[in-house]
């Protein structure tokens, strides 16, 4: 299959990389220099010995794949969308965002949309060398109505060593992710700690489980059952620098807004723990001169 991914972040390396093994893989960049780094080098997961050759262009180079793979940050996905309209002829466009904040975007979309997580950890080390932290599953799930094979999709993506699955109801999906992110995310941030410190520090801990019941009770999901969702990503994933810390450290524009913003915004009822996180990452974005 012809699959292309956007992004060259740490999760557009590491898909990359994997897929590249079996399908026809154009990886697509911003960057002139990034694209000619991945030409040259290719791709260099370091917890293995294979090296993936992939092509290599940039998002303005766009061909038509059998499926598009978007690993962007929230913040890009408008963007990426101007260069998908373009090029109007993909057979499935699968986003795999942290975050609420592209749905909106995505009702817009004439073509087969899937939604997915990553649960894998990931570091991108420098353009073409990415960490695998933590192992995890790609879950996919139908955004567009009648989409019909995405099982036949499934199959073709997955793989012993990089499992990607296909789960009924992408709302659930989504949601079950966007507590992990509301937990680990902004506490990383604010106290510039890998994941794993999280439960190592049991002051941090009374934070995240404070954060994991509010935002369960806005989504009406089970608190103990996230509670013990999101400790276990925190120790799959321990090693790993959170995406926000990553960002605050960049410095660049989190993406707080789609996480704990997006929980704000949809809660009915004052949640005292969110709104301080919130205000602490949108106060060390302008402390670090981060402007969008
Ligand atoms: O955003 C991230 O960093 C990741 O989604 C996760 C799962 C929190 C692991 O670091």
């Not at 904040?101 to 004439?110: E, N, T, V, W």
């Not at 599953?137 to 499934?154: E, P, Q, T, Y």
């Not at 079950?176 to 700690?193: D, H, R, S, W, Y």
């Not at 959170?242 to 960002?247: A, R, T, V």
Request: net charge neutral; hydrophobic share 40%; glycine share 6%.
């Amino acid at each position: 299959m012809k699959i292309g991914i956007i992004g060259g972040g740490a999760i557009g390396l590491l898909v990359s990389s994997y897929l590249s093994s079996v399908h026809d893989v154009t990886i697509y960049v911003r960057r002139p220099e990034q694209r000619e780094e991945l030409i040259k080098d290719g791709i260099h997961v370091t917890n293995s010995s294979k090296v993936n050759c992939v092509r290599s262009l940039t998002i303005d180079e766009m061909n038509k794949e059998d499926c598009l793979i978007i690993c962007t940050k929230q913040q890009q996905v408008q963007d990426v969308l101007q260069h998908i309209h373009n090029k109007n002829n993909h057979s499935f466009l699968i986003f795999l965002q942290n975050g609420m904040g592209h749905i909106d975007l995505l009702k817009k979309i004439g073509q087969p949309v899937l939604v997915g997580i990553v649960e894998h950890g990931a570091l991108k080390l420098d353009d073409h060398t990415v960490q695998h932290t933590g192992n995890g599953m790609i879950k996919l799930a139908a955004f567009s109505k009648g989409i019909l094979d995405i099982d036949r999709l499934v199959f073709e993506l997955n793989q012993p060593e990089f499992p990607v699955v296909a789960v009924d109801g992408w709302r659930k999906l989504l949601h079950g992710k966007l507590i992990v992110n509301a937990v680990i995310n902004p506490l990383t941030a604010m106290f510039g700690v890998r994941n794993g410190d999280i439960i190592a520090n049991p002051y941090i801990y009374e934070l995240a489980k404070a954060l994991c019941r509010e935002t369960a009770r806005v989504l009406e999901l089970d608190f103990p059952e996230q509670l013990q969702c999101v400790t276990a990503v925190i120790s799959n994933t321990s090693e790993n620098v959170s995406s926000m810390l990553k960002d605050i450290q960049a410095p660049r524009q989190t993406e707080i807004d789609a996480i704990t913003g997006y929980i704000l915004t949809i809660s009915k009822k004052e949640i005292p723990y969110t709104t301080f996180v919130y205000h602490s990452v949108k106060a060390l974005e302008m402390k670090k001169g981060i402007r969008y």
